[in-house]
């Protein structure tokens, strides 16, 4: 029977942050195991029901995981690292993700150009893969044993080779055969309990710049897996670009169809005859799964039949460009919206009816539709006419003003300018600094859910604030560090927090997405031209600042990251859009240095997840990036230091951009991964100031300084003292004040140490 519709995946997190709140009461030791295994197979049940309800014919399956996917692909293949071996279990799964004891935790990275972080498996030439196939199986009976009949989703082998590590330095790719007869074991296992089932292999890798190497191994590779368990119904799916080098040699394997993004990959048009020409089974993804904007119907069903003029209608489904875990559950809770905003948003159930509502007309025609289809179908096209006509998205104050604009970078050269500002700031080598942001409390998140709910006056809320910035400022001075912060108290998300103060933005009450393991990002929709009305930080810095005769950090979220971590509007360049934003930032350093403020962080966590995935892209994005980064910062004087943050990054290919963006101090992520990253910086004579983290924030482990002393040692091996900075990771808001404090002591201890060795 034709399969008419899908969906790649679903959210995992649960409508109201279920998981999230499970996994933490079992890290935290307040909740059995039990609860949390309960909570996981409410949710399985809960999601499938959903997309059953919703008209779903390919259910997803084995999407849901307790921390990662990648993470899940590790432990089913036996890729354990020699550290975790004497653990077992569930023990043995959270320790690689999130470190126990001395067990240092694994690298955790960008997912492709997404803000979901993945862990990165090690591998070595000797690897000793061996199936445990008990969470596969155990999903597979528990969704028949639901009724439903699944897709069942795995992360391919090509994919997880490519996204790993040799820790020996090795090709990953050389592990492909071995590799394979893993693969070929579990879908034996799959077929013998579920014959004929569909299986959606994932392989994003597919759709990076084509290595001819590893498209040398996909013929045998899905030969075998192919021959391996013939009833099986192969999917291979790729997302996020197109793929058609790949796609011209899979569809001559053994597979069954193959799925590509439409929306984000309009290139894989090119594959249409091929596909046509091979009889397999195309899986269209055209709604949109990495954005919350509601699709325009009649465009998507043009595109469709666009498609079907080539492969025939009968061989298509209709699905999502990618799994919908990058988009928030359901718009049903979102009550506080703008009427006419909302009625332009889908999420993640919404999609489902999307895919379902394109999926009738397009196989069946408009009159094959229910009456509550048919009012749903004419409630999008209102939807689409006011997004086009709504006199709330131009602002012709900002197009103005961008027409004007003539400050687009610093004054000063940075070989002048660094010795200004180490004589006005008065630093030596060393220095200690954080990255920004203190421990988020419950007392915090509850002082600041009490005020925007009014239950509290802002005299007690401002009063709160006042003292947790006092705490922040006491401990950083009695730790001993040189260069402090605010601690952030009075910021919800170092996105959301810019954007709820700046025009053009708009902000859900639970549109949630998973960033990583329990952790849940909250990002603002930018829906409209985008605008500075007033300062934003300059207040709750200059007080910090107040407390202290130490320098004290302004802290900003720079264009690029703020671009990158909100859903974008899509009827306008990306590039337009951070321009904007750009330009508000700009205004806010420059309220910053006069109201006496040094030091300035312009954080652009997310430069480097911004990229395209394919190099010919690559040169575009660079140059307006910079761009905006160097707008942003545009005003500050010679004396006023500017420094950057960019989160886990592989730097070998930007390390140029990095320099072009002419920060005067950038500090990266560098625990979880030794000093690679840190190499390139002396590799190519790196001239400014750099902060590698010395220690990991996402583990809840304290380190010892002597683990401090060494690690910073092994920097200096790297790059002179004079231009390292020693601060932690990244942000310090998911730890506990009992982690933090002691951190920072010996982190400034070790500092101490190596100073005095000379």
């Known amino acids: 029977m034709q399969i008419k519709n899908y969906v790649l995946g679903f959210p995992r997190i649960g409508e109201n942050r279920e998981l999230k709140k499970a996994l933490e009461a079992y890290w935290s030791g307040t909740q059995p195991l039990e609860n949390l295994e309960e909570t996981a197979r409410t949710l399985r049940r809960r999601h499938w029901a959903l997309q059953r309800e919703a008209g779903i014919e390919a259910i997803a399956c084995n999407d849901f995981s307790y921390y990662d996917l990648m993470l899940d692909t590790a432990v089913m293949v036996g890729a354990i690292p020699e550290r975790f071996r004497t653990m077992e279990g569930t023990e043995r799964y959270f320790a690689m993700a999130r470190g126990s004891g001395d067990a240092v935790a694994m690298e955790m990275t960008k997912w492709f150009n997404t803000n979901y972080h993945y862990i990165v498996p090690e591998l070595r030439a000797d690897e000793p893969f061996a199936l445990d196939a008990s969470k596969v199986l155990a999903e597979l009976r528990y969704v028949r044993e639901a009724g439903i009949d699944p897709k069942f989703n795995l992360i391919g082998p090509i994919t997880f080779l490519g996204l790993s590590k040799r820790i020996d330095r090795g090709d990953p790719f050389e592990l492909t055969g071995r590799l394979c007869g893993i693969y070929e074991e579990l879908l034996a296992k799959i077929e013998a309990e579920a014959e004929g089932i569909v299986v959606q292999i994932d392989e994003p890798y597919l759709v990076l710049d084509p290595d001819p190497a590893v498209l040398s191994l996909l013929r045998p590779t899905y030969e075998r897996l192919a021959a391996a368990a013939p009833s099986l119904r192969l999917v291979v799916a790729s997302y996020f670009e197109h793929s058609t080098e790949a796609t011209r040699i899979l569809v001559n394997t053994s597979i069954w169809g193959v799925a590509l993004d439409f929306v984000h990959g309009p290139k894989n048009r090119e594959s249409l005859e091929t596909i046509a020409a091979s009889g397999k089974v195309l899986w269209a993804g055209v709604i949109d799964g990495r954005n919350v904007w509601r699709s325009d119907i009649d465009r998507v069903l043009g595109s469709l039949e666009e498609i079907a003029a080539v492969v025939p209608k009968d061989r298509i ?269 700009a205004d806010e350093v420059d309220d910053l240095q006069n109201a006496g403020i040094r030091i300035i962080q312009v954080d652009e966590a997310a430069f480097k997840e911004g990229y395209p995935l394919r190099k010919s892209e690559i040169p575009a994005y660079e140059a307006w990036a910079v761009r905006d980064f160097k707008i942003a910062v545009a005003p500050a004087w010679a004396q006023t230091q500017i420094h950057t943050h960019m989160c886990y990054s592989d730097f070998n290919d930007i390390i140029a951009t990095i320099e072009a963006m002419d920060a005067d101090v950038i500090s990266i992520e560098t625990a979880r991964s030794g000093n690679e990253l840190l190499k390139v910086f002396a590799k190519v004579g790196y001239s400014r ?19 401090i002393v060494a690690q910073i040692r092994s920097l200096l091996e790297v790059l002179p003292k004079e231009q390292l900075w020693i601060n932690p990771d990244c942000g310090l808001k998911t730890r506990k004040w009992e982690e933090v404090e002691p951190s920072l002591r010996h982190m400034v201890e070790a500092a101490r140490i190596v100073r005095e060795e000379g």
């Open 689 to 707: 100031e750099v902060g590698p983290g010395v220690y990991d924030i996402h583990s809840p482990r304290i380190p010892s300084t002597e683990e």
């Open 317 to 585: 489904a209709v699905g999502s460009s990618c799994s919908l875990l990058h988009v928030p559950y359901s718009l049903s809770h979102e009550t506080a919206l703008d009427p006419e905003i909302r009625e332009w948003l889908s999420f993640a159930e919404e999609k489902l009816q999307e895919i379902s509502l394109v999926s009738r007309i397009f196989h069946e025609g408009e009159d094959a539709l229910s009456p509550a289809q048919a009012h749903a179908l004419e409630a999008n096209r209102r939807a689409a006419a006011s997004r086009r006509s709504s006199t709330k998205i131009h602002d012709p104050a900002v197009t103005e003003r961008l027409d004007n604009l003539t400050r687009t970078e610093r004054d000063t050269p940075f070989e002048e300018r660094i010795g200004i500002q180490h004589e006005t700031i008065g630093y030596g080598v060393l220095p200690t600094t954080t990255i920004g942001s203190f421990p988020q409390t419950p007392e915090l998140r509850r002082i600041r859910r009490e005020y925007r709910r009014g239950e509290i006056s802002r005299e007690e809320y401002e009063a709160f604030i006042r003292d947790y910035i006092d705490r922040c400022v006491a401990c950083q001075e009695a730790c001993g560090l040189d260069v402090l912060v605010h601690g952030e108290p009075e910021r919800n998300d170092m996105v959301e927090y810019f954007g709820e103060q700046l025009k053009g933005f708009a902000f859900t009450l639970n549109g949630w997405v998973q960033s990583y393991g329990s952790r849940c990002v909250k990002p603002p929709i930018i829906y409209g031209d985008v605008s500075r009305p007033e300062p934003m930080t300059v207040r709750w810095i200059t007080y910090a600042q107040s407390r202290t005769d130490k320098p004290m950090k302004g802290m900003l979220t720079g264009p690029v990251t703020i671009l990158n971590w909100s859903f974008v509007r899509d009827d306008i360049p990306r590039s337009d859009v951070s321009r904007q934003i750009a330009v508000a930032i």
